[in-house]
């Protein structure tokens, strides 16, 4: 395991409706970059992602996996799901849009805050979707060495 | 820290070494090594769920005698506003206030009442809206040490503002230098407390460089010497009694928001609520609250692990208290509350830092390395979280093996897998017999190796 360079990957498996594990996948994925040292805002921003990526995979998606990846280089996170895709995603990412289901609303979720939230904590990101298929979302968080490692 | 100093400490004698600590400990700050519980005092928040676990009640807490007294000149006791609901006979404060002095104290200043100063500094710090939202309150010291390591990036969401047992001991003293004259070092002042983070609070304090209490003494401790005096207080007179409902509220959880009265304000009580909630914080969420009270124990202090009533009857007890005592008849008026808030005299002189004890390497890569083994052990061990390996749960050993504690034969479940495969390994010996012994030739004719016996 320890041969070749450094590297550490987390992967979550998130269902449909399944809103707990948005929660649990952000606290684990905190915990792990707190234990590896870096940057409370990097250990914080990433937690971020993870939560929202999973939300939406939770909200919109049928099922979706997450894989946290870290490298002494940067954080990436790879979301992808089987769901009904995006089909404009330039709208999707504006602050307030969603098309989250009314019951989704009714339990403080689904505000269309999401990937606008994704935007800002990442340095950064590429989304993919293919309508009726699914979406790949791939955020970056660069580790300028002296800064964001304690 | 290499002298971190604890208030919860193990008594070796009656600790018989069973797991229960360790799996409450909602820090994961205790192990089991030889027999004995061993804190890990880097990581402790003396929030004191172990004393209130332990069934052999082998965890202390390491508070001050009464003897600590003669000490100083003049003595001032400062009851916390928890404290008023642990008798459950007495429903008059000022009975209990006089029972308090009669234990050997010249002055009695209730915290409750810095409570009022407090919660009126906060409101109006609220007001300013000039803050990151939610502020957080900084009364609980195990929910500060939990941030320092937890949480540290929400450290700067802390009120700026004393705890009311620091403004009483600040107020209580020098009111005590007008009065009597006696200068200030000479002057002791003793916080009756519900916790043991206090302790730890007053010796290392989180806001100010030197606390102005000069020793903790634990509600456990006196309690009994209490009841006896009580019983020689006749009547109610004396007028000790300055702090109302506001600031005696602030003994069960909801008071202290109440007190503090913004329209806008979270209660939170138990570490796990408070992880929950400060995750939330930390994902951005809650912005529309103003104020978060957070106590590390359920129900508030009067759920402390030093009290000794049973924290749903404190609560009516001291709900029952407060009715009887109005807010509107309160001592400070509004001129002077505007005064403690314009001078800096209760403002945190220092910032609460953060303490990053999880870290597994200083350099990240070495750290990535460290954590694919932990991942890896992890994996390797049975996933039983039974806690015999004197770790609270598999994850912890394997962080254990990585830092060098422990080893994986800690594992009863390991240690009878290696058993079993050493057994299986000793009986296959053990049927084998030499050639010169062995009776009969295998059905086949062929050695294990596929010869024939005959070209051996």
């Known amino acids: 395991m320890s041969s070749g360079a450094p590297r550490h990957v987390i992967e979550f498996l998130i269902r449909e409706k399944d809103f707990l594990s948005a929660g649990e996948s952000a606290s684990k994925t905190k915990k792990a970059l707190q234990q ?16 929202e990526a999973a939300m939406n995979v939770v909200i919109h998606a049928i099922s979706g996996k997450l894989r946290v990846v870290i490298v002494p280089e940067e954080v990436s996170i790879v979301a992808e799901d089987v769901g009904p895709g995006i089909p404009d995603i330039e709208l999707a990412m504006q602050e307030g849009y969603s098309t989250a289901p009314h019951e989704v609303r009714e339990m403080g979720f689904g505000a269309g805050m999401g990937l606008a939230n994704i935007e800002r904590c990442s340095d950064e ?26 | 820290m290499a002298n971190y100093f604890h208030s919860v ?15 409450r400990c909602p820090v994961e700050a205790i192990r089991v090594h030889q027999g004995k519980a061993k804190i890990i005092e880097e990581r402790c928040i003396d929030c004191g769920e172990c004393i209130r676990s332990c069934p052999n009640h082998a965890k202390v807490a390491v508070t001050d005698a009464l003897e600590r007294l003669a000490a100083f000149e003049y003595r001032i ?28 104290f010249d002055e009695v200043y209730e915290v409750a009442l810095a409570a009022e100063v407090v919660s009126y ?50 107020l209580a003293k ?11 070092e000479r002057i002791g002042a003793f916080f009756i407390s519900p916790c043991p983070a206090k302790v730890t609070e007053m010796r290392q304090p989180l806001h100010v460089k030197k606390s102005a209490v000069d020793g903790v003494i634990g509600a456990t401790a006196i309690y009994k010497d209490v009841i006896k005096q009580l019983a020689k207080v006749k009547g109610s007179t004396k007028g000790l009694r300055r702090a109302t409902s506001r600031g005696i509220g602030w003994g ?12 806008s304000s979270l209660s939170t009580g138990g570490i796990q609520n408070a992880i929950s909630i400060f995750e939330e914080i930390e994902r951005g969420e809650l912005k529309d609250v103003d104020f978060i009270e957070v106590q590390a124990c359920p129900g508030g202090c009067v759920g402390g692990p030093l009290n000794m009533q049973n924290l749903f009857v404190a609560r009516v007890n001291l709900k029952n208290m407060i009715t009887k005592y109005k807010a509107k008849d309160a001592y400070f008026d509004a001129k002077q509350l505007k005064r403690f808030y314009e001078q800096d005299h209760f403002w945190s002189t220092e910032r609460v830092e953060p303490r990053p004890i999880m870290v597994l390497d200083d350099d990240v890569s070495k750290a990535l390395f460290k954590m694919e083994r932990l991942d890896a052990i992890t994996a390797s061990l ?50 084998k017999l030499p050639q010169t012994m062995a009776k009969e030739q295998p059905a086949t004719g062929k050695n294990d190796d596929g010869k024939d016996f005959s070209s051996a």
Request: aromatic letters at 4%; proline letters at 5%; glycine letters at 6%.
């Open chain 2, 382 to 431: 049975p996933g039983l979280d039974c806690g015999a390996c004197g770790s609270p749960n598999c994850r912890a050993l394997a962080e254990d093996i990585i830092r060098g504690s422990a080893f994986d034969t800690d594992c009863v479940i390991k240690l009878r897998e290696r058993v079993k495969t050493l057994a299986e390994e000793i009986l296959d010996l053990a049927r």
């Open chain 2, 121 to 170: 500094m906060v409101g109006k710090y609220l007001a300013t809206n000039n803050y990151k939202k939610p502020l957080i309150s900084s009364a609980c010291p195990a929910i500060l040490r939990l941030m320092q390591m937890k949480f540290p990036d929400l450290l700067e969401q802390v009120t700026p503002i004393m705890t009311p047992m620091e403004v009483a001991a600040r």
């Open chain 2, 252 to 263: 069960y959880l909801t008071g202290e928001s109440r007190a503090i009265g913004t329209s």
């Open chain 2, 77 to 104: 006791v400062l009851p916390a506003p928890s404290f008023f609901a642990q008798i459950r006979e007495e429903k008059d404060i000022e009975r209990i206030l006089q029972a308090l002095l009669n234990l050997g």
């Open chain 1, 36 to 51: 590896l040292g870096l940057k409370a805002e990097v250990a914080k921003n990433s937690a971020i992602i993870v939560y």
């Open chain 2, 9 to 23: 400490t193990l008594d070796e004698e009656k600790c018989l070494g069973c797991t229960n600590c360790i799996k």
């Open chain 2, 174 to 184: 020098e009111g005590a230098v007008a009065r009597t004259g006696i200068p200030y």
């Open chain 1, 125 to 150: 990101l590429n989304i993919k979707s293919e309508p009726g298929v699914g979406t790949v979302l791939e955020a970056r968080i660069h580790l300028k060495q002296k800064d964001d490692v304690r």
